[in-house]
C-alpha cells in the first residue's frame, strides 16, 4: 500500500474554485440529502474537483469542498487519504494503478511493477511528456483476470510483462488499445474457453417456443407423478411387511408362555393330584379325613397328606 500524502507545495496550486457547470452540478448533488445532511456529498465533490483538476485532489480543492459543506477541512482529507480513487499527487495523461494485492502478486504482479519503473519511473512520478504515471494499488476486484491494472476507467487484465510493455507503448503513443483480457479469452471465462453451458440449444430458441414443447413439458410431469406414486406405494408396502412381521415376533414367545397345559385346559377330566394318589397314603386316611376332604376345596387334601408324616413322626 502507497503513502497516501498530499503532494509537495511546489505543485500545489494557490487556489481552487468550481467552474460555474460544476459549481451547479455541486448544488445538485448536495440538494439529494436532507437538511443538515450535506456532509454525505463529500466524495461526489471530491471526485468532480479531481475531475476538473487533472485527475488529482490539491490540498485548496479539498478546503474548497470543505467550506462549501461546512466541513472541518480535517474531516474531508481524512476521506481523501482513506479512498485511492482520489489522488494526490499529480498524475499523467494515463494514470496506471496497477494491483498488487495477493492473488495478482502470485500471478506476476511483482514483473509488472519491474515495467512501470523502467518505463515510467518511481511511483507517483509523471513522465517528462506527461503521458504515463503510476501507483501501486490493493485489490481492484478482478482478481480472476490477474495480474491486471486499472488506466484512468479502464481495467486491462491478463497482464504479461510483454503485453503491458506493449501497452503503455501505445497509451504513450496515442494508438487504440483494447480494455479488458490482453489474452484470447472472452471477459473471465477460463482460459482456453468455456466449459460449461455449451449446448447450442441453450441459446437459440429450440428447447422453448419451438417444436412440441407442451407435450414434453406435460411428459415430464406425468413422469414425475407415476415416479412418485410408485415410491409411495412401494414405501406403504415395506411398512406394512414391517408392522406384520414386528406384531409376529412379538405374538410368538407370549402365547408359548400363558399357553395352559394341555390336561388343565381339558374339561370334564378328573383333578391330576386325584388318580396319583399313592394307593398306601389313601389307605391310610381315616374316615373323618374322607369327609373333610368332601367340604374342603380340590387342593385342600394334598395339603393334608402332606402334614400326616409329621404325625406319624
Ligand atoms: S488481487 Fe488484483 S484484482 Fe484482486
Redesign the pocket.
Known sequence: MSVRRLAPDHVQPATFAFTAANENWADQQIAKYPEGRQASAVIPLLWKAQEQHDGWLPRAAIETVANKLGMAPMRVLEVATFYTMFSLQPVGQHFVQL?G????ALRGAEALKKVCEEVIGPQSTVTADGKLSWLEVE?????CN???AQINFDYYEDLTPENFRKLLDDLRHGRPTKPGPQVDRSCSEPLGGGETLKDPALFDGSMIGLGDWQKRITTQREDAIRIASEKAAAEAKAKAEAETAAATAKAGPTDVKTAPPPEAATPGRPEPSEPKQPAGAAQDTPSATSEAIKDTPAKAPARKRAAKPKSEE
Open positions: 494491483c494485492t495477493t492473488p495478482c485489490c481492484l476486484g478482478a482478481c490477474a495480474p491486471m
